[in-house]
């Protein structure tokens, strides 16, 4: 086995199983572990595999060659452990939500204990136009999408307003909603930027009566805060650690 076939198995390993560990490669493809754990870095060197606290996953430098399921299976498992982390702070549910054509679909949802349902969930597509987990995405859209999108909605007799709170959430960075997919739900979602571009929308979505005054301002700056974290991640230089790109 040549060291490009070396490295090519365990990529493919790692983005069938991971996070998987480095025991779980070296048996799965039959290489010594010691082999393994110099692969494992080398790999994560170059940005191809994360460390998430010793067990690897595709990393940031692997999604720019991905697309599809892949992409959001990546960018899901990437932003996992700061929406878990959003929730303890917030407690309430988490969503990450991504452009598919003309929907927002839930790729990732963190719920605390008290879960409320929610028209959000896994992988169930929603109208772009409606709710703090999915106007970020369009609102940060090129202003050719975003003409094309409202003119195919029926019927369109808010398309001013609409346009107003695209234009607030590119102005602010930010979308606040209350019960436009859940009765008394409200929701407050960020743009999750990629290398300029918007990736991903992270939010949090709960009863509006627990999301009030002080309550909500500190849950305003705490999805902010995240959604900062995860585009982080998702720009981190080669060689970086995921707790490297969190501490900074």
């Not at 599809?68 to 899901?76: H, I, K, S, Y």
């Not at 991504?98 to 929603?126: K, M, Q, T, Y």
């Not at 009566?209 to 991640?233: M, S």
Request: proline share 4%; net charge neutral.
């Amino acid at each position: 086995m040549t060291a490009l076939d070396r490295g090519l198995a365990i990529l493919g390993y790692v983005s069938v199983h991971g996070p998987t560990t480095a025991e779980a490669v070296s048996e799965g493809i039959d290489l010594p572990l010691s082999t393994t754990y110099r692969y494992l870095n080398m790999l994560r060197g170059r940005g191809y595999l994360a460390d998430y606290e010793g067990h690897y996953d595709l990393g940031a430098g692997m999604l720019r060659l991905l697309r599809g399921e892949p992409l959001n299976r990546c960018l899901a498992a990437l932003a996992g452990p700061t929406m878990f982390e959003l929730v303890a702070q917030v407690g309430e549910t988490a969503l990450l939500t991504v452009r598919d054509g003309w929907s927002a679909r839930c790729i990732e949802r963190v719920e605390p204990h008290r879960a409320v349902r929610l028209s959000f969930r896994r992988n169930v597509s929603l109208a772009l136009h409606l709710g703090a987990s999915a106007k970020p995405l369009l609102a940060c859209m090129d202003p050719r999408f975003i003409d094309e999108y409202l003119h195919s909605r029926e019927p369109q007799a808010d398309t001013e307003q609409v346009r107003a709170q695209l234009a607030a959430i590119r102005r602010d960075g930010i979308s606040i909603t209350c019960g436009e997919l859940d009765r008394d739900a409200l929701a407050i979602g960020v743009p999750v930027y990629w290398d300029g571009e918007v990736a991903a929308c992270l939010s949090v979505a709960g009863p509006q009566a627990r999301l009030t005054g002080r309550r909500l301002r500190e849950a305003e700056a705490q999805v902010r805060a995240a959604g900062l974290r995860v585009g982080a991640l998702l720009s981190e230089q080669p060689g970086q650690t995921v707790d490297e790109v969190r501490a900074g």
